[in-house]
């Protein structure tokens, strides 16, 4: 069947067979191997991407659900203007290890911080709880979501300053 | 901590320098096994066994070869004709391909599909036949070793029953005779269980032999490529100067990407059959069913005492379930790993350890997950011992440990088990992380909380790890010496590539090992590139595991980084026209003695190195070295838990974490303490969740991320955590390696925590994973036997 979907901005068609997962479209079909897979039992969130802008785990979910629809995925993080912040944070705040688990969490951390652009400790470790990290305890993957909202905050606060004047 | 000796610009040991790493990883461009596409590639996926014990009557495979898609069946009676049905373990056993006789555990590998596509492949799985007859299962060590358990391993010769090994160490009559002077005997029995490292990403292959020229480039998630490629050589039969093994971007390894499971090889022969590379991906099922299984140790052990609590000699008696083939993956010499290292931080005469392992109809594996070889079970097992010894002598468990230290000064110290622990401040170290949790008034808050029912509980560890195996007299791993290596090359811009025989998987090798070059020639660690688990690209080495890479692969890059060093000097001693011994070398200048403005900086010695050299030297600035490592070396820690126990419930919530550690030298304290925070992550996992069990048939509970839990941010405690700085005296920059200490050290104290909360009931052992219902047994059971 065909596919068509936006992918990371631009329009993405392919005819795969109906039972093609999202997860494996993304990686095979389009070849964006930055999601990944870790799990058959949807617990890992290894292979999170957002679509139309919500977290969801691409390895339980068919292609053809996405059909007509926005999905993000960590290739489409960095944009023009550089790094996402969520980008730059997991790198300053030494928030992954072996980067397995890396870009789910931060396309987690990307849609909460767009959603709450100010949360709490709890509120992050709540929002990441679908996903599983074996490498860094966490606790820096907590603080790098939290550099990330500061520092979005921080920039979009300037430019409304700048906006204002 | 130490400062840094070097600016922040150059990045020596000692700075927090951010990860080359990351740069990939964050734009989602790492290379992971199953992110490589080769042209003409096949997908294989495995059948396996629903049975822990049938033997096989036959295999059906046309159903499945006729399906559109599938390129060829694979059973054990083609793998038998190339001789290929059964490989060696690491363990010196062997262990099924494919299953040809029998199937010995639940997800045992039967079958295997090569087809078009990964989809085709798994759906045509559902077409093979396979005529079992089911078989009576053996699922405990314990009805393993009575006489009339059915024969597990048939096919070995000589094999009439199912123990695997007997071994023992210390000296028997001189525990014996400790024992007979203590005033008291604490024991304690306990059953550290089934664990599996289970790394975020699971084990694949793609096998490429090229049919023509029999090159054979084997892509895999392998913590030891080099060692992987010789025993390649040696099981396939294959010429080793033709095999390479790349092992690309491993999403975590601890232990699990050690062995060589059977799926690698039969993709290899099929890749050698069919002429096109195969790939083959483990689900999580599989990987959790089937692999590098760890722990499963029953353990009794006693302690000799006085009533001053001063602990005169340790008796220990275990059983280890080793699945249905003997494929640990550890030093030769050592069946129970280093579980030597059980007399833990203290200083007494005797010790005695005694060890059996059963063959059961369970997977095999035995992999160190996350600690140097069976350092885990036997830290767990005296930090539990010391803290029962304690309540029975009626003194704290701080004050017992504190008067039963080994002390700094009796530094280097021979165990009764033959181990020389290098250098260690014991007392220092818990003193500090006492302070830290005000340690003396938390115990009057027990006490008044205790008079208000509430139960809360401190536990402590202080664990001494045995790490970076090891000295080639003692150490090998199937007859292979556990050395490694680096080759270090400096090119005549001053920038350099450094190659290293280990292999990171998430440890921040590419940065940290960088560093240890930069601090030595001044060479900016961002200009230097690491590269690591292509075997045609760096030198031989044993791999990444047992905290063996700073040890033993950071010891070689510190040893060739001077070599150049020494021949650098040479060369500015040339370009300064001054003598060689008056050159001095700091933060990448060289300079004379006395003169510090006659200088050259490391850039102009590495382009003298190919364009102006001293009469009678070779050219370049590249050396490669290896390193046999003198003796192990011995991180420790201190760990204070403070819990509170529900007695309705038997929940047990952290309220605190203080992690004191003991690395020597730290390279990267940002990289050492996300390390630590990781560690004590899965120390609290198998301390509170995740185990894997087997029903009454063999069945694997803990088969997917729905039954084998591992924590998320939500249960994970926050940890605090401090440090203190003893080097090695041997190792050449001072460091002693840090991975798996928080795992080996952590587990104890959590337990202890919620045992403490307890331990006026009168409860001494509640085993691991200390879920809620055995929490709640334990209280009711001690409340019941109260009245
Ligand atoms: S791969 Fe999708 S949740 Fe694990
Ligand atoms: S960094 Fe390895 S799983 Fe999260």
């Not at chain 1, 992918?7 to 999202?22: K, W, Y």
């Not at chain 2, 989809?119 to 005529?131: K, N, Q």
């Not at chain 2, 000589?158 to 000296?171: A, C, K, P, R, S």
């Not at chain 2, 089937?290 to 059983?319: C, H, N, P, Q, W």
Request: aromatic share 6%; glycine share 10%.
């Amino acid at each position: 069947m065909d596919i068509n979907v936006t992918l990371n901005g631009a329009e993405h068609s392919a005819d795969v067979a109906p039972r093609t997962l999202l997860v494996d479209y993304i990686r095979r079909t389009a070849g964006l191997t930055g999601t990944h897979i870790g799990c058959d039992t949807t617990s890992c969130g290894a292979c999170t991407v957002l679509l139309d802008g919500k977290p969801v785990k691409s390895c339980t979910m068919l292609a053809a659900q996405a059909q007509g629809a926005e999905v993000t995925t960590v290739e489409g993080l960095k944009t023009a203007a550089g790094l996402h912040p969520i980008q730059s944070a997991f790198t300053d705040d030494h928030g992954l290890q072996c980067g397995f688990c890396t870009p789910g969490m931060m396309l987690v951390g990307a849609a909460l911080i767009t959603e709450n652009p100010n949360p709490t400790e709890e509120e992050v470790r709540w929002a990441i709880s679908g996903n599983l990290c074996r490498c860094t305890g966490y606790i820096n993957i907590v603080k790098a979501i939290q550099t990330a909202a500061a520092r979005s905050s921080a920039a979009s606060e300037s430019t409304s300053e700048t906006n204002g004047s | 901590m130490t400062a840094p000796t070097t600016p922040a610009e150059i990045g020596g040991i000692g700075h927090s320098v951010q990860r080359k790493e990351d740069a990939r990883l964050i734009e989602g461009q790492g290379n992971f096994l199953d992110d490589i596409e080769l042209p003409n590639m096949l997908h294989m996926a495995i059948l396996r066994s629903p049975f822990a014990h049938a033997r096989i009557n036959g295999i059906d495979t046309a159903a499945a070869a006729a399906t559109d898609g599938v390129v060829a069946v694979v059973t054990g009676e083609l793998m038998d004709q190339h001789g290929l049905a059964w490989m060696p373990t690491l363990s010196g056993d062997t262990q099924a391909v494919l299953a040809t006789d029998k199937v010995r555990y639940q997800g045992q590998e039967v079958a295997a599909v090569i087809a078009t596509d990964p989809y085709i492949a798994t759906d045509a799985l559902e077409l093979i036949e396979v005529d079992y007859s089911e078989l009576p299962p053996v699922t405990t060590p314990q009805q393993s070793l009575t006489t009339d358990a059915p024969l597990i391993r048939d096919e070995k010769e000589g094999q009439q029953d199912n123990l695997v090994y007997t071994w023992e160490t210390g000296d028997k009559a001189a525990t014996d005779a400790a024992f007979a002077a203590a005033d008291r005997v604490v024991s304690l029995e306990t059953h550290y269980p089934r664990s599996h490292p289970a790394p975020l990403e699971t084990c694949g292959v793609v096998a490429d032999v090229n049919s023509v020229t029999g090159q054979a480039t084997i892509y895999m998630t392998s913590q030891a490529p080099h060692a992987h490629r010789t025993l390649f050589a040696m099981v396939a039969g294959l010429p080793e100067q033709n095999i390479r093994i790349v092992s690309p971007d491993i999403g975590g390894g601890f232990g699990n990407k050690v062995p060589i499971y059977p799926g690698y090889v039969v993709a290899t022969a099929a890749s050698l059959l069919l002429g096109q590379p195969v790939k083959w991906v483990e689900s999580r099922t599989e990987n959790l069913i089937s692999t590098g299984f760890a722990r499963d140790y029953y353990m009794k052990g006693e302690l000799a005492v006085t009533d001053e609590g001063r602990i005169l000699g340790l008796r220990v008696d275990m059983l280890s379930d080793q699945g249905a083939f003997y494929s640990d993956a550890q030093p030769s010499q050592f069946k129970a790993g280093l579980f030597h290292v059980v007399t833990g931080s203290y200083d007494f005469g005797a010790a005695h350890v005694n060890c059996k392992g059963a063959f059961t109809n369970k997977a095999p594996g035995g992999v160190a997950y996350r600690c140097s070889f069976r350092i885990t079970e036997a830290s767990f097992l005296i930090e539990r011992l010391v803290q029962n010894a304690a309540y029975e002598v009626g003194i704290d468990p701080a004050e017992m440990r504190l008067r039963n230290f080994i002390q700094p000064e009796q530094f280097p110290y021979e165990t009764p088990t033959g181990f020389v622990y290098d250098s260690g401040d014991y007392p220092t170290a818990l003193r500090k992380a006492l302070d830290e949790v005000s340690y003396f008034e938390l115990r009057k808050e027990q006490e008044a909380a205790r008079a208000e029912g509430r139960l809360i509980g401190i536990g402590i560890a202080h664990f001494t790890e045995a790490v970076g195996a090891g000295p080639s007299r003692t150490y090998d791993i199937a007859g292979l010496k556990m050395i490694d290596s680096a080759e270090l090359r400096v090119h005549p811009t001053g920038k350099a590539i450094l190659k290293l025989g280990v292999k990171t998987q998430g440890q921040g090798h590419e940065t940290t090992f960088a560093q240890i070059v930069a601090e030595i020639l001044g060479i900016p660690a961002t200009d230097i590139k690491v590269e690591h688990g292509d075997t045609d690209h760096t030198p031989y080495g044993l791999g990444t595991y047992a905290s063996r890479s700073t040890p033993v692969g950071g010891a070689a890059t510190a040893v060739v980084a001077r070599k150049l060093a020494d021949k650098a000097k040479k060369i500015a001693a040339h370009l300064l026209e001054a003598a060689d011994q008056d050159i001095e070398l700091n933060a990448g200048v060289f300079s004379v003695a006395g003169s510090p403005d006659r200088s050259v900086s490391i850039a102009d010695v590495a382009l003298a190195a190919y364009t102006n050299l001293p009469e009678g030297m070779e050219y370049g600035l590249e050396d490669v070295t290896y390193y046999d490592p003198p003796n192990l070396t011995y991180p420790y820690g201190s760990y204070i838990v403070v819990v509170e126990v529900d007695p309705d419930t038997g929940t047990w919530e952290v309220q605190r974490m203080v992690a004191l550690d003991d690395c020597g030298v730290r390279i990267n304290p940002m990289i050492v303490e996300g390390q630590i925070c990781g560690g004590l992550t899965e120390g609290f996992a198998m301390s509170s969740m995740q185990w894997i069990t087997f029903d009454e048939d063999g069945n694997c509970i803990g088969s997917n991320f729905m039954d084998y839990l591992v924590p998320t941010a939500w249960e994970t405690p926050k940890f605090e955590l401090l440090s203190t700085e003893v080097p090695s005296p041997h190792h050449p920059i001072g460091a002693k390696g840090v991975g798996e200490s928080a795992t080996v050290g952590s587990p104890a104290a959590f337990v202890n925590a919620v045992i403490d909360a307890v331990a006026h009931l009168g409860v001494r052992n509640i085993d691991m994973p200390v879920l809620p219902d055995r929490v709640w047994a334990a209280i009711d059971s001690a409340s019941n036997a109260a009245i």
